[in-house]
């Protein structure tokens, strides 16, 4: 039967591109190729000749330099669709950025007018990202992937999971289905809840609780996005304060210059229904983008759906040449069907997708707000401070949270086990309130230090959050209030400052960086002593050096190398028990090694590869490794991660010069080593504890890998035909193969999910419609064993239509 199934998996991808060829071939002498072009003036309308004019798309690695005639003109042929961003720059004037979406075909004319000085809401528009020019990209000492909008709505990703899929070195580990609480691990990190990874939006800590409680229960919805931001190695020094597996920075959009709106609907099966609907516009100096959209459908498993509602505004306003606001604000509600735990074997053998749980719910919202204020001091130094704030609030009720309880009330009268779960058995609720707010001011100044031309940043940020956190035990299945037998306070005050210079000398960078973290925690027991109460208080200061070195032996060749300290605090409910007592747990530290090379060696061919290792003196990690049993987590002691990372992507389109475009891209990472190095014993019911010392880490693949073959039409059809494939993994730090009876251990085989998306686009009528088929061959497979056995997404067909207006 498996046979079987490879025969077909095979005919079908060979007919795939079969139908690629005979539409490349019957296409050839049609369709057209895009222009790009313009002028270039100052204020006064004088033209600026010899303006240096770049274009950059950087998904197909196509970069392009031109300069301004005597007439100030410029002009980018032969040019595929697609998201481009022009730089001018030119000397004694201050640079400008403009994005551009080019059509199949179409000519696209732009003015600039440049300024002596900086434009505040150009540097306002610009400090969200992390990769903001070519010339930025190339002086980065890390690896750097970056998603943006044209990829994402190539394959119509319909989670988070998906995207990031496709950035080498990163693990994502499938949950309920909808990619509502991720699992992101990077380069063999444990996945779990995402908490070795610093999640931003636009440059604005997106967690809401990233020192105490690093964990993703909320995670805003991918369709929002224009472009996602991947950076490791040493070019996170700049962030923190999780600085050891990466940097994820989502990029939102800005207002467009013209009014204009899109609307978007999606259905598909599992109850699939998205609807998604954009307007915004510029008007005066201002300008202003609403963002509405309603998702629902059923998980990947019975008794299982979600319902969510996701509303954003951004405005940009310049006050003046010297001053410019963004401002943001945010809602997102859910309310889900979902459970916590997994299955039992047994379960997962009788019906791999039940779910026997079907009272268990989640409720979420989430409010965040943020303002964003540009000055231009002067023409070579520019301010940006950053204010925010949220609210998360939510609630989870749940029968069972592992596949050891049976359900979670066992024991209380009326509840004798499963016979009573949906009659007398009771439940518990996890109810958390999460408020975050701070303060972020950065300072970014071209100078000169020792007579050599550099670039200095730095800044200082206070943060500050609470959690109130309760938990409620209800006496039947749907209860949602009880008896409280958990009420917590936590608190952290954090203060970082950082520092980083870059030097320019000729083809060389080298840029050292500093970053200081101060965090003072706080927990406070309010059941404690009869009701008095219980607090306990402590703190830790950690100092964060690193170092990256950039030669650019070429223009389009960039390589890299670099070090630096990683440093992920220890959560607040771990290093402060319930009595108010501090526990002996250091933060996580390691030190990371990178060297690397990217290259576009010439448009429509781009390339990196990076070698990596990470040598951590502790990582924490849980004390139950599998199972979700442990609620307190250790010092694990020595770990060592070590491996490749390679990217490529070839755009024949652009190579040839030709309006029908066949491309190819690969993302593979190699993990060799992901192990415990030093002392760590495990322990074993019944028999004590057993040394692990040289066992590899749990959830942490040897081999990911990322292959997309498609096609693009100049009459507006795309075809994306995708691999994704994903390693054996251990469960637990024990290496078990077989699995257990409760599923929480054993090994996590090997599998390989296909993925095909198909676009058409009707340019003069700005519509698109599209379908999407996830899991093509509709392969069961184990994604979790944490809380028992999760299967990953069946398959899911998706289709709909885009409406620009």
Not at 632 to 655: I, K
Not at 666 to 689: C, H, M, Q, W
Request: proline share 6%; with cysteine.
């Amino acid at each position: 039967m498996r046979g079987d199934r490879r025969r077909t998996e095979v005919r079908a991808v060979g007919a795939i591109g079969l139908l690629s060829l005979v539409l490349l071939g019957a296409g050839r002498a049609q369709g057209r190729l895009g222009v790009i072009e313009g002028q270039v003036a100052d204020q006064t309308g004088a033209v600026i000749p010899q303006a240096l004019v770049q274009l950059w798309e950087p998904t197909a690695g196509i970069q392009q330099t031109v300069r301004t005639d005597r007439a100030g003109n410029f002009r980018f042929e032969r040019l595929g669709p697609g998201h481009y961003r022009i730089l001018v720059s030119a000397e004694g004037f201050a640079p400008q950025s403009r994005e551009i979406a080019l059509a199949f075909g179409a000519r696209h004319t732009i003015t600039f007018t440049l300024s002596p000085q900086p434009i505040a809401e150009e540097v306002a528009v610009l400090a969200s990202t992390i990769v903001d020019t070519p010339e930025t990209l190339r002086r980065i000492p890390g690896s750097v992937d970056i998603l943006d909008r044209r990829m994402l709505d190539a394959s119509r990703v319909f989670t988070i999971n998906e995207a990031l899929r496709k950035v080498t070195g990163i693990f994502v580990r499938e949950e309920e289905g909808f990619g509502l609480r991720p699992n992101i691990g990077i380069r063999g990190l444990n996945p779990t809840r995402s908490t070795k990874v610093l999640l931003l939006e636009d440059g604005i800590p997106l967690t809401y609780a990233p020192y105490g409680d690093n964990a993703s229960y909320y995670h805003p919805l991918v369709d929002r996005f224009e472009s996602i931001e991947v950076v490791k190695g040493s070019g996170q020094i700049l962030y923190g304060p999780m600085t050891i597996g990466g940097v994820i920075n989502y990029i939102t959009p800005n207002p467009p210059e013209k009014p204009r709106g899109a609307l978007t609907l999606i259905g598909g099966t599992r109850d699939y229904l998205n609807g998604h609907f954009t307007y915004g516009g510029t008007w005066g100096g201002t300008g202003l983008l609403f963002d509405y959209m309603r998702k629902q459908g059923e998980g990947a498993r019975e008794n299982t759906r979600t319902g969510l509602n996701d509303a954003n505004l951004k405005l940009v306003t310049a006050l003046g040449p010297k001053h410019a606001l963004t401002i943001k604000s945010n809602y997102y509600g859910e309310n889900s069907q979902v459970t916590y735990s997994g299955l039992r074997l047994d379960e997962y053998l009788a019906n791999p997708r039940q779910n026997p749980f079907l009272n268990d719910r989640f409720f979420g919202d989430r409010y965040g707000a943020s303002v964003t204020h540009a000055f231009v001091v002067k023409n070579e130094v520019v301010l940006t401070t950053n204010v925010y704030g949220s609210m998360f609030f939510r609630d989870w009720w749940r029968q069972s949270s592992n596949s050891n309880q049976r359900p979670n009330r066992r024991g209380d009268p009326g509840c004798r086990g499963m016979e009573d779960l949906l009659t007398s058995c009771g439940n518990e609720g996890r109810l958390r309130k999460y408020y975050t707010w701070g303060i972020e001011p950065r300072v970014r100044a071209f100078d000169r230090v020792f007579g050599l031309r550099g670039e200095t940043e730095f800044g200082f940020r206070a943060h500050f959050e609470r959690q109130d956190r309760k938990q409620m035990n209800g006496q039947a299945p749907t209860a949602r209030t009880g008896t409280i037998v958990e009420d917590n306070e936590r608190k952290n005050r954090a203060y970082s400052g950082f520092l980083q210079h870059r030097f320019l000398f000729g083809r060389w960078t080298i840029t050292p960086g500093l970053r200081l973290e101060h965090v003072r925690y706080e927990r406070t027991n309010r059941l404690a002593n009869r009701g008095a109460g219980a607090t306990g208080r402590t703190h830790l200061t950690e100092i964060i050096p690193g170092i990256g070195v950039t030669f650019a032996p070429a223009s389009h060749t960039t390589i890299f190398g670099g070090a630096h300290r990683g440093f992920a605090p220890p959560r607040t409910e771990d290093i402060i028990d319930n009595a108010g007592g501090t526990i002996d747990l250091d933060p996580e530290r390691s030190w990371t090694y990178e060297v690397g090379v990217r290259s576009w060696p010439v448009s429509g061919l781009k390339l990196e590869a990076t070698f990596f290792r990470m040598d951590f003196e502790n990582q924490i990690v849980p004390a139950s490794v599998a199972g979700g049993l442990g609620a307190t987590f250790t010092n694990a002691g020595e770990t060592l991660h070590q491996g490749v990372e390679f990217t490529g992507r070839v755009d024949v389109g652009s190579l040839l010069k030709t309006p029908h475009n066949v491309y190819a891209r690969v993302a593979y990472t190699y993990v060799p080593t992901a192990k415990f190095i030093g002392r760590r014993f495990s322990s074993i019911p019944g028999f004590g504890t057993v040394s692990v010392s040289g066992n590899r880490l749990p959830y942490a693949p040897k081999h990911l890998a990322n292959v997309q073959l498609g096609y693009v039409h100049p009459r507006g059809l795309d075809l994306l035909l995708e691999a994704v494939h994903v390693g054996d993994q251990f469960a637990d730090d024990l290496n078990t193969i077989a699995p257990t009876p409760d599923g929480q251990r054993g090994l996590l085989p090997a599998y390989t999910i296909w993925n095909l998306t198909a676009n058409y686009r009707l340019e003069s009528r700005g519509l698109t419609i599209f379908v999407t088929v996830k899991n093509l061959f509709d392969r069961l497979y184990i994604a979790d064993r944490t809380r028992g056995i999760l299967p990953g997404p069946p398959r899911l067909v998706q289709s709909g239509l885009r409406f620009q207006f």
